[in-house]
């Protein structure tokens, strides 16, 4: 595997692979050197949380990086065409991670340069690192992937999070309970690709109806700006608070997740309780990117 | 009745049964130019589909790619190369598995809307024909996507 732009592209086989991989990177039993290699991080739109977790996971691995900031018309202004941008960073650096408001601008950039990409997010498109990671954090909580009854909880139209991580999950016979105020639904696309693979799904308009029969709960953001009227939001968003009262019943291995940052979808009282997972699902993404970034320079043998 | 006559031609293409009014996207879409002669019939009666277009294009003889691409604008159309005033060939539009660098994606923030590239699309479904962005994997009714020409 050369690049890593979308979800899309993976086997099952392959997603898999990544999950060992980044099991073995985070038990130490692999070690990596990635001493003189330099991933290039280009990041045309701010995320700071993403960024973060790249340079992290890269420094494990003793490799170094550059990063460049701006919006991706910057260069543009200049004169220069964003393949000659790419080209020219691809003569510095081993590898490309970029994030980007356009969609489609990875997929673009891993066919200008020899040098392996990797996609931190275009646009609404894909975020394949966030969804392996999800993964992962579902695979070691769960001790598998298979049969899986998840809960996504939120702004299940406009969250590519949500997404990808439900057509990723598509592979393992899951049972979705979908989550959301009746216009911030999943799009019919998503739920007409589920029907067609025999996933079975139902949609629920409360975050604890039917909470105890979930293994996972995911949930994302309601963004107020979504919302034409706030007193909407307003009357709305309480169906999508986690509370810690409405735990006492859920199932032993039962995880709470969530992508953060978050606002207050899950009540502080939460954190506590062996059911939170949403930190240690970050510290998972830095081992997720470490194995990312490992397989495509070609350091995991 | 009398009907209005398009001649044969002896040498070349002739695209029948092109939905009405869809003629001159068809002409438009395989590029006709200045150098060959080309008749179209626009409008003209057909015991078949009712009303129909007609494209005949002397001297040119049509690729499959170019026929294939027909398909995406007048699945009906059939398609007839000729040789010496003969038929030589019958050729059905076929829908094509990928088009590449025909059509334009509808999604303002796809990468092929802000830098100059070739579009790609994969086709995912015939009935409705939909296809999927190869950049911003966005899926379409072939009716929703802009033509490039
Ligand atoms: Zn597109």
Redesign the interface.
């Known amino acids: 595997m050369k690049n890593l732009i979308?979800m899309?592209d993976l086997s099952k086989k392959e997603i898999l692979y990544f999950m060992e991989i980044a099991e073995k990177i985070e038990k130490g039993e692999l070690n990596l050197n990635m001493d003189k290699k330099l991933a290039a991080l280009l990041f045309f739109e701010p995320s700071t949380r993403t960024h973060f977790s790249f340079a992290t996971a890269m420094k494990k691995i003793g490799g170094q990086t550059i990063t460049m900031r701006g919006t991706?018309?910057s260069s543009v202004k200049k004169g220069e065409?964003?393949?000659d941008t790419l080209q020219t960073i691809a003569q510095y650096a081993e590898i490309i991670i970029m994030r980007s408001?356009?969609?489609?601008?990875a997929?673009?950039a891993s066919e200008v340069v020899d040098i392996p990409v990797v996609n931190a997010g275009?646009?609404?498109?894909?975020h394949p690192t966030q969804a392996l990671l999800d993964l992962y954090s579902i695979i070691k909580t769960q001790g598998t992937l298979e049969n899986l009854t998840i809960g996504v909880a939120g702004d299940l139209r406009f969250g590519r999070t949500v997404h990808s991580l439900v057509q990723a999950l598509s592979e393992f016979t899951p049972r979705f309970k979908f989550i959301s105020p009746s216009f911030l639904k999943m799009p019919t696309?998503i739920l007409d690709d589920l029907l067609e693979k025999n996933i079975k799904f139902e949609e629920l308009a409360e975050i604890d109806e039917k909470i105890d029969e979930l293994d996972i709960l995911y949930v994302t953001r309601i963004q107020k700006e979504r919302f034409a009227d706030p007193e909407d939001y307003e009357k709305v968003k309480g169906s999508y608070i986690l509370e810690k009262s409405m735990l006492s019943n859920v199932k032993e291995n039962f995880k709470v997740m969530h992508p953060l940052p978050r606002v207050d979808e899950i009540s502080t009282d939460v954190d506590d309780t062996e059911f939170a997972y949403y930190f240690p699902q970050a510290k998972n993404g830095v081992y997720m990117r470490q194995a990312i970034i490992s397989i495509l320079l070609g350091g995991v043998k | 009745m009398k009907q209005l006559k398009v001649d044969a031609i002896k040498k070349g293409t002739v695209i029948d049964h092109i939905p009405a009014g869809k003629g001159m996207q068809v002409a438009d879409l395989i590029n006709i130019s200045g150098e060959n002669i080309v008749m179209i019939g626009i409008s003209l009666h057909s015991k078949k589909v009712g009303k129909k277009d007609i494209i005949k294009i002397e001297n040119r003889e049509l690729s499959q790619e170019e026929i294939n691409s027909i398909a995406l604008i007048a699945p009906s159309a059939t398609i007839t190369i000729i040789k010496d005033f003969d038929v030589i060939r019958k050729a059905k539009a076929e829908i094509p598995e990928s088009i590449e660098g025909l059509i334009l994606c509808p999604n303002p923030k796809c990468i092929t809307n802000s830098e100059i590239i070739k579009t790609k699309f994969k086709v995912t479904d015939e009935k409705p024909l939909q296809v999927r962005c190869h950049y911003c994997e966005k899926k379409y009714l072939v009716e929703e996507v802009k033509i490039k020409i």
């Open positions: 979308s899309r991706s018309s065409t964003f393949a408001p356009i969609e489609g601008a997929r673009y275009d646009g609404a498109n894909q696309y």
